[in-house]
């Protein structure tokens, strides 16, 4: 296990050690793969799960806190970069200067929403939120057009809420945590200098407020229904819906005046808030934006705010025991913040040339199977097949990290300013997100940093994206074995790519546009096929009592059994253009260790409050269903292990899934 305090010296590779050969792969293939790891391998106190994906992550933030060790003194020499990046760190690991300033770097901000008087000084508030990436009644955004990808929208999206997703507020599963919220409320405004009978009458108050919006909110199933999320409107329209709300004064705050359409996700969630605003008194409201106000900046302040958010949060929602290390909590708020700046040096430091070059060659390999498989799909029109083949062409890949690195010469940053760093970079890309409604959409532009342990497809942009972070071993060794590489890394590449035709990416088109361009009958084949995924992944039991929730989960499990497929079919072909079979490793055939690879990569331990929580919010399942449930419906994993009727882990042939 690696410790809470430990600095890892090597990546979390891929380990027959990992392995239990005691259980036979055609009794359990997740312990045959990963049992050994998990036996040895309990979350750390400070993690609320632990996985391939954590490891990697602690990883690559210990060789991240190297270079802020480099860059952090105030020497002369250091380049705007490392300055930008440093001076952040700096001011995050300042813990002196916090405690002795306790709550008073809110003092602008709450007499800013203590002021407010009227409808629009309260639109107006609200809109400074926004641009500081506070929740405040309704989540914006600025995304590309779903139904014109060459241009950004501004979108209007359900939120506002301080639990994790409707279901706290509304479910009898968390009765425990909805007692506990207004205690932590309580909590959290006395020590911003709000206690006794105010602070229980704010938290009374924005129970009932939050609990509204709640009721309002679709389910996460709901909101996988991508055109039901889609209504175009003008501004007029959109004052109709909330005509409680001054929107004008909104987008005057936030430097928006001249939009004149957006894209409300969901309607009835905005008139429900704009009933809401008609309800409540204008001290109520205050009280709620007070509340948000203070909340979010819990962990930029002084220690006792910083545990009580941690206290609740992560503690009591998700089962973490300790906090991580100031050092990695301040490197993860330099990657959230001021990323691009952080990647430069990381990218520098850590992934070569030559990584990336290998990693197009397994993008390559594995696209080249998707492309066959969709000219001969028995299932699919001919129709169809020609705009998912068109479609296909359009792919973007991104590798590492972007082309061109964003300028943030702009921005702001103090050693002694810790909190106010934060504003100011949330302030700076709000503002340049906000620029760009209605212009025409960056293609250089990238989702996530360069550090991160993830990947992504892009249904608006029509691109798959491999951050550098994910680019480390075990899910990509450029030591290591093609079987292996193709089971970690590969995989990612074919899952990424059947996003793009899973049950949400299917609904865009060539052009990344939300457009129905299937024959009713190719529509039909397709969700009957869905639909047995999302029955089968409905029975897997995360606790007693909790299952996978197929529907909310089906678009990444779609992508899974995509993406095994694929991307064993790219090692195949590998194999045999070698012309040269591959000798046995640690006594498994190639086909058997690229399945041992897909299982290890999703190793993994999780506390049963995460467990718990995930089960509601997370679209993915959880890692041990996502092995079983693949390899369950893979002809090739029959075959490598040689699993016949009868077994454990045996589905028949014509219970077995396939879409693409």
């Given at each position: 296990?690696?410790?809470?305090?430990?600095?890892?010296?090597?990546?979390?590779?891929?380990?027959?050690?990992?392995?239990?050969?005691?259980?036979?792969?055609?009794?359990?293939?997740?312990?045959?793969?990963?049992?050994?790891?998990?036996?040895?391998?309990?979350?750390?106190?400070?993690?609320?799960?632990?996985?391939?994906?954590?490891?990697?992550?602690?990883?690559?933030?210990?060789?991240?806190?190297?270079?802020?060790?480099?860059?952090?003194?105030?020497?002369?020499?250091?380049?705007?970069?490392?300055?930008?990046?440093?001076?952040?760190?700096?001011?995050?690991?300042?813990?002196?200067?916090?405690?002795?300033?306790?709550?008073?770097?809110?003092?602008?901000?709450?007499?800013?929403?203590?002021?407010?008087?009227?409808?629009?000084?309260?639109?107006?508030?609200?809109?400074?939120?926004?641009?500081?990436?506070?929740?405040?009644?309704?989540?914006?955004?600025?995304?590309?057009?779903?139904?014109?990808?060459?241009?950004?929208?501004?979108?209007?999206?359900?939120?506002?809420?301080?639990?994790?997703?409707?279901?706290?507020?509304?479910?009898?599963?968390?009765?425990?945590?909805?007692?506990?919220?207004?205690?932590?409320?309580?909590?959290?405004?006395?020590?911003?200098?709000?206690?006794?009978?105010?602070?229980?009458?704010?938290?009374?108050?924005?129970?009932?407020?939050?609990?509204?919006?709640?009721?309002?909110?679709?389910?996460?199933?709901?909101?996988?229904?991508?055109?039901?999320?889609?209504?175009?409107?003008?501004?007029?329209?959109?004052?109709?819906?909330?005509?409680?709300?001054?929107?004008?004064?909104?987008?005057?705050?936030?430097?928006?005046?001249?939009?004149?359409?957006?894209?409300?996700?969901?309607?009835?969630?905005?008139?429900?808030?704009?009933?809401?605003?008609?309800?409540?008194?204008?001290?109520?409201?205050?009280?709620?934006?007070?509340?948000?106000?203070?909340?979010?900046?819990?962990?930029?302040?002084?220690?006792?705010?910083?545990?009580?958010?941690?206290?609740?949060?992560?503690?009591?929602?998700?089962?973490?025991?300790?906090?991580?290390?100031?050092?990695?909590?301040?490197?993860?708020?330099?990657?959230?913040?001021?990323?691009?700046?952080?990647?430069?040096?990381?990218?520098?430091?850590?992934?070569?040339?030559?990584?990336?070059?290998?990693?197009?060659?397994?993008?390559?390999?594995?696209?080249?199977?998707?492309?066959?498989?969709?000219?001969?799909?028995?299932?699919?029109?001919?129709?169809?097949?020609?705009?998912?083949?068109?479609?296909?062409?359009?792919?973007?890949?991104?590798?590492?990290?972007?082309?061109?690195?964003?300028?943030?010469?702009?921005?702001?940053?103090?050693?002694?300013?810790?909190?106010?760093?934060?504003?100011?970079?949330?302030?700076?890309?709000?503002?340049?997100?906000?620029?760009?409604?209605?212009?025409?959409?960056?293609?250089?532009?990238?989702?996530?940093?360069?550090?991160?342990?993830?990947?992504?497809?892009?249904?608006?942009?029509?691109?798959?994206?491999?951050?550098?972070?994910?680019?480390?071993?075990?899910?990509?060794?450029?030591?290591?074995?093609?079987?292996?590489?193709?089971?970690?890394?590969?995989?990612?590449?074919?899952?990424?790519?059947?996003?793009?035709?899973?049950?949400?990416?299917?609904?865009?088109?060539?052009?990344?546009?939300?457009?129905?361009?299937?024959?009713?009958?190719?529509?039909?084949?397709?969700?009957?096929?869905?639909?047995?995924?999302?029955?089968?992944?409905?029975?897997?039991?995360?606790?007693?009592?909790?299952?996978?929730?197929?529907?909310?989960?089906?678009?990444?499990?779609?992508?899974?059994?995509?993406?095994?497929?694929?991307?064993?079919?790219?090692?195949?072909?590998?194999?045999?253009?070698?012309?040269?079979?591959?000798?046995?490793?640690?006594?498994?055939?190639?086909?058997?260790?690229?399945?041992?690879?897909?299982?290890?990569?999703?190793?993994?331990?999780?506390?049963?409050?995460?467990?718990?929580?995930?089960?509601?919010?997370?679209?993915?399942?959880?890692?041990?269903?996502?092995?079983?449930?693949?390899?369950?419906?893979?002809?090739?994993?029959?075959?490598?292990?040689?699993?016949?009727?009868?077994?454990r882990m045996w589905r028949a042939p014509g219970a077995r899934v396939k879409i693409w």
């Amino acid at each position: 296990m690696t410790s809470a305090n430990a600095r890892p010296l090597a990546p979390p590779r891929f380990s027959p050690a990992h392995m239990d050969r005691s259980v036979l792969p055609s009794d359990d293939f997740y312990r045959y793969a990963t049992g050994t790891w998990v036996d040895r391998n309990p979350v750390p106190a400070d993690k609320s799960r632990w996985s391939a994906f954590d490891a990697l992550t602690d990883y690559n933030y210990e060789r991240i806190r190297r270079l802020l060790d480099r860059v952090t003194p105030a020497r002369r020499g250091r380049s705007a970069v490392e300055r930008e990046v440093g001076d952040y760190y700096a001011s995050a690991m300042d813990q002196q200067t916090r405690n002795r300033l306790r709550a008073r770097p809110l003092a602008e901000e709450l007499a800013r929403v203590d002021a407010i008087h009227d409808p629009d000084s309260l639109a107006a508030a609200v809109g400074v939120l926004h641009d500081r990436d506070i929740a405040a009644f309704f989540e914006p955004r600025v995304d590309p057009d779903r139904k014109d990808s060459r241009h950004y929208a501004f979108y209007v999206w359900q939120g506002g809420l301080s639990l994790p997703d409707r279901e706290y507020y509304l479910a009898p599963a968390f009765a425990r945590q909805r007692e506990e919220f207004p205690k932590h409320v309580v909590r959290l405004l006395g020590l911003a200098g709000q206690s006794g009978a105010p602070a229980r009458r704010t938290a009374q108050g924005l129970v009932k407020l939050e609990t509204e919006l709640a009721r309002a909110s679709r389910t996460r199933t709901e909101l996988r229904d991508e055109p039901r999320n889609y209504h175009r409107m003008n501004r007029s329209e959109l004052r109709s819906l909330a005509p409680a709300f001054a929107w004008d004064a909104y987008f005057r705050a936030r430097r928006g005046s001249r939009i004149k359409r957006v894209i409300v996700g969901q309607p009835e969630f905005v008139r429900a808030f704009g009933r809401l605003l008609r309800r409540h008194s204008l001290d109520e409201l205050k009280a709620y934006l007070r509340w948000q106000l203070i909340r979010a900046s819990a962990p930029f302040l002084d220690e006792r705010m910083e545990e009580e958010h941690f206290r609740f949060y992560l503690k009591g929602l998700r089962g973490q025991q300790e906090q991580e290390p100031r050092w990695k909590r301040a490197a993860q708020s330099a990657d959230a913040c001021i990323g691009d700046a952080l990647g430069r040096l990381f990218v520098d430091a850590y992934f070569p040339e030559s990584s990336k070059i290998r990693m197009q060659r397994l993008v390559d390999d594995v696209r080249s199977v998707f492309r066959d498989r969709l000219r001969v799909l028995e299932w699919m029109t001919p129709a169809t097949r020609r705009e998912a083949q068109r479609k296909f062409q359009r792919f973007r890949v991104k590798i590492g990290y972007p082309r061109r690195f964003r300028d943030d010469s702009g921005l702001r940053i103090r050693r002694n300013d810790y909190l106010g760093n934060f504003r100011r970079a949330t302030e700076y890309e709000a503002r340049r997100q906000m620029a760009r409604v209605g212009h025409k959409v960056d293609t250089n532009d990238w989702l996530m940093t360069p550090p991160m342990v993830n990947a992504y497809f892009s249904p608006s942009r029509n691109e798959i994206v491999f951050p550098a972070g994910i680019l480390q071993p075990p899910f990509f060794d450029p030591d290591i074995d093609d079987a292996v590489n193709y089971g970690g890394i590969g995989l990612v590449i074919g899952h990424e790519i059947t996003h793009g035709y899973d049950d949400q990416g299917r609904q865009f088109d060539k052009n990344g546009n939300l457009r129905d361009w299937w024959t009713p009958r190719d529509a039909r084949e397709f969700k009957r096929r869905a639909q047995q995924v999302i029955a089968q992944y409905d029975q897997f039991e995360v606790l007693p009592g909790v299952h996978v929730n197929g529907a909310l989960t089906a678009g990444e499990n779609i992508a899974d059994l995509g993406g095994l497929r694929v991307a064993f079919d790219a090692l195949e072909r590998r194999i045999r253009r070698e012309k040269q079979r591959p000798p046995l490793i640690d006594g498994l055939t190639p086909e058997q260790r690229f399945f041992v690879s897909y299982g290890q990569i999703w190793r993994q331990n999780t506390r049963p409050a995460d467990a718990k929580l995930l089960a509601t919010v997370d679209p993915h399942s959880p890692a041990r269903f996502r092995v079983k449930g693949a390899v369950q419906n893979s002809d090739d994993f029959y075959a490598a292990f040689r699993i016949n009727a009868g077994s454990r882990m045996w589905r028949a042939p014509g219970a077995r899934v396939k879409i693409w």
